[in-house]
């Protein structure tokens, strides 16, 4: 199926630049890593809904923010985008990549990403009240992602929890345990960053890594608060089992594991190459292991003595 046909009603008609007409004159900064985030062309509507979907990391101020990453939101016709039933579907949007460029698809939505003459974003939807938060925000991750690639980190899913010393990472597919792992932490006294998405990035220090949170989750709610960055501590390859253990993960598996949790970028032929490089010198930052975890909840025992 060529690229749009599942949610656009004329995919050869897709913007082929940043322009069209905004939906207002209202816009928003987004203190998000790799940011600010700088969005015009918001409506009074969607301004506000903006505010709501990210709290304190999302300025009213946008007019004086200081330089970012520039994207621009624009209207679209109802009619540019086909009538679907999601019941019992896996969301996922369609991607065209290019060398200059990176065509996103997706429920009411089209966007785009630009690299000339720097990394900007583009947003065309019908929906400007109840639908528009989630479609905001799927531009935002996409965007966040690469953003973050350029700056020689990743964004990951996975579920991001601190002891207090630091951050540690757990990671698997859809269905590996990642919001069941955080509500058990968040009982055992632990602080959940996020359960679906968390920025990993180079420093402070050489061959050193650290865990920044994302306003991005799953099933364990919103996360609007900001946090400081977290050195990472360990990296966990999510297993289920009967009892709670901790076995050896080699660094070809580390990488692998990582490559498959970076979202976006890792089905980007064009830029894989580059994830590769930065995700093999993240892994490298901190030890790695398999996590086997058992509802009873006693993996953090493990992970204090493994990871003192």
């Known amino acids: 199926m060529s690229f749009g046909a599942r949610f656009l009603a004329f995919p050869d008609l897709f913007p082929a630049r940043r322009a069209g007409e905004p939906w207002g004159d209202r816009g928003v900064a987004l203190d998000l890593p790799g940011g600010p985030y700088l969005v015009s062309g918001l409506s009074v509507r969607q301004e506000a809904a903006a505010h709501e979907r990210f709290g304190a990391l999302c300025s009213a101020a946008w007019g004086s923010a200081p330089a970012g990453i520039q994207s621009r939101l624009f209207t679209a016709p ?17 991607f065209d990549h290019d060398e200059r460029s990176v065509r996103l698809a997706g429920l009411h939505l089209m966007a785009r990403l630009d690299w000339a003459p720097a990394l900007g974003g583009a947003l065309w939807t019908s929906e400007e009240r109840e639908l528009f938060p989630g479609i905001f925000e799927n531009l935002l991750r996409v965007l966040v992602a690469y953003r973050l690639v350029e700056l020689g980190g990743a964004v990951l899913h996975s579920a991001g929890v601190t002891d207090g010393d630091g951050a540690f990472l757990f990671l698997g597919p859809s269905g590996a345990g990642k919001t069941t792992l955080s ?7 632990r602080t959940v960053l996020s359960d679906d998405l968390n920025a990993l990035l180079p420093g402070p220090g050489p061959g050193r890594a650290q865990v920044v949170k994302l306003p991005f989750t799953g099933d364990l709610g919103e996360r ?51 994830l590769l490089d930065i995700l093999a010198g993240l892994a490298a930052a901190a030890p790695a292991r398999v996590l086997t975890f058992s509802l009873a909840g006693d993996f953090w025992s493990i992970l204090s003595k493994a990871f003192s």
């Open 183 to 189: 509500r058990l932490s968040e009982a055992a006294g």
């Open 224 to 274: 609007r608060e900001g946090s400081p960055p977290r050195p990472l501590r360990g990296l966990l390859q999510l297993a289920k089992g009967p009892e709670d253990a901790l076995q050896p993960l080699s660094s070809g598996a580390a990488l692998a594991l990582l490559f498959t949790c970076s979202p976006f970028v890792n089905a980007d032929p064009l830029r894989r190459e580059r």
């Open 78 to 94: 109802a009619a540019d985008f086909l009538p679907l039933d999601t019941r019992g579907w896996e969301y996922a949007m369609d």
